[in-house]
């Protein structure tokens, strides 16, 4: 059984976790330990607000797939509740 | 309250939007989807390499939002690095589950190795595929080389290390204080509150 990494080896971890660049065994570690702990999670937050920096490809996104999310959401309560169906008819 | 018209749904924060998606106002969504979904497409794409693959991951990421919006804390971060997270997250399960996928085929002789899969090809594709943008300029060389291959090329930091040469000491180090830094000049930019 691995010993539980320290607070020192998990703020060393925090970069490589916000990019998911961790492996599975210290994934659980890090993420109780960062669920716990303000100033990690503080760190971890920072972290990952730069990495969407560097996300910027900016495509224009598809209708064609909004459509299909939309067909594929849950209807509101209220149509429910009119309609008992899959949501599909609230498309244009 | 909700909106009635198109016109005053452009206007509202993510936070406001994400709150009309908790009372199941499927406008906000849309809303959300325009000003979001190139951003988290475009990554899911760069990182799977193909775009049906990366418009299940833009799905699976609104219809999670339409769910469960109260997952989204603004008090934490911004609802595009939240929805970014979530995409990037996904991608690389999946990205991981087809690479060992291939290993293990490759190891039973049911496939030939994939053909270009070479490190240092890899390495060159991943570092200058994307242009530098004013925030990775402030990095050094080393540091933007790990954090390439860690978030777009979906390696783990040790898989980062065999492929650079380098401890995995050394690379945890690389990425976190470029992010640090990154982060940091964000801060000085006036673009986000420290």
């Known amino acids: 059984v691995r010993r539980a990494p320290s607070h020192r080896e998990i703020k060393e971890l925090l970069g490589a976790f916000a990019l998911d660049a961790i492996v599975e065994d210290e994934r659980a570690a890090v993420a109780g330990h960062v669920s716990a702990c303000a100033r990690c999670s503080h760190e971890a937050d920072a972290y990952l607000e730069a990495a969407a920096l560097i996300a910027d490809e900016v495509a224009d996104p598809p209708g064609a797939l909004w459509r299909r999310i939309a067909a594929s959401l849950e209807p509101r309560p209220l149509s429910q509740a009119l309609r008992p169906d899959t949501g599909i008819d609230r498309l244009p | 309250m909700e909106w009635n018209s198109t016109r ?7 936070a406001a939007l994400v709150a009309a998606v908790g009372r199941r106002n499927d406008e906000a969504l ?6 979001h979904a190139g951003s988290i497409l475009g990554l899911a794409r760069r990182l799977l390499g193909e775009r049906t693959l990366a418009e299940e991951v833009v799905q699976e990421v609104f219809v999670r939002l339409w769910r469960s919006p109260e997952k989204f804390d603004p008090n934490r971060g911004s609802l595009r690095s939240f929805l970014l997270a979530q995409a990037h997250g996904r991608s690389v399960d999946l990205l991981r589950s087809e690479r060992s996928r291939r290993l293990r085929e490759e190891r039973e002789g049911l496939a030939a190795p994939a053909p270009g899969y070479e490190l240092e090809h890899e390495v060159w594709r991943l570092t200058t595929a994307g ?8 990095l050094s060389e080393d540091e933007r080389g790990a954090i390439e291959l860690a978030y777009f090329g979906g390696y783990t ?3 980062v290390a065999a492929i650079l040469g380098a401890p995995e000491g050394t690379i945890k180090s690389r990425i976190r204080v ?3 830094r990154m982060r940091s000049s964000l801060v000085e930019a006036g673009i986000e509150a420290a």
């Not at chain 2, 005053?8 to 993510?14: G, V």
């Open chain 2, 131 to 138: 242009k530098v943008r004013d925030a990775m300029s402030s």
């Open chain 2, 30 to 35: 849309e809303e959300l989807y325009r000003r």
């Open chain 2, 178 to 180: 470029g992010l640090g």
């Open chain 2, 8 to 14: 005053a749904i452009s206007d509202p924060s993510d």
């Open chain 2, 157 to 159: 930091y040790r898989e």
